[in-house]
């Protein structure tokens, strides 16, 4: 009967509650134990989950929200959104182009790192291409990607963070994958760190990190990676890569990656390759 739960539990909360002795903390142990083998199957299973949850969402919000942006003060970052001019990048008969989605990404990640007191480089800022600016490559798209290696490496920059989107002939495949120089560990970190940030945004469909051999990545002497954030080929994505609320949550993924970088993180998700 309830009267008479409620008349045995009342002096052992009693007892620890007048006394204020430490000695009684041993008998809240077996309080719990006594209230947790009253409850029934599905009370314990609702309490487990809600505790999960707590959890979950803890975790999230701290991680999300919180990133050590005082490790970015003073870092040289190159930002390099991809393609511009007469290269669109990925795009579809919409009009939808990878280059003006990136550029808005990048100028965003600019602001951010500006914020935070680092030293961000653009590599564009504008709809053009870079191959004017190294003309010592044999093709207009190498020397393009040439000028950007050159930056980076010229600044000896702490770390340069190309910026990509994606697009597939399965209008299934979504969510963010990052390429590493496989011969550079801090590449391979900077992109664990990069992906696991950019996840959390799309859970759903989101690849590992994956071994690239790509001009940038093989030529690049400063920690690089490649982070392709979403695939415009997938409707509901492409939806979300043209809000521009989106795209401001994924240059702070791309910013809270940097930071767990310079912060010394780095477990590496699954590799896809
Ligand atoms: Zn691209």
Redesign the pocket.
Known sequence: MPGCRHHRQRPMILVFIRHKNPAKLLALPLYAVHLIRRLDRAALVALAFIAMLVALLTQTAIHVLAPNTRVLIGKVIVVDP??GGIDP??HDREGTT?KEI?LDIARRLFGLLGKAKGIPIQTRHGDWSLDELYPHESTRHRQDLAARVHIANRINADAMVCI??NKSPHASARGPVTFYNQASQDSRRLASCIQRRLSELQPRGAGGIVKGDFYILRNSKVPTVIA?VGFISNPEEKKLLLTPSYRQDIAEAILAGLADFFEGQGVSPAITN
């Open positions: 991809g393609h990048g990925a990878e990136v990509h989107v392709e």
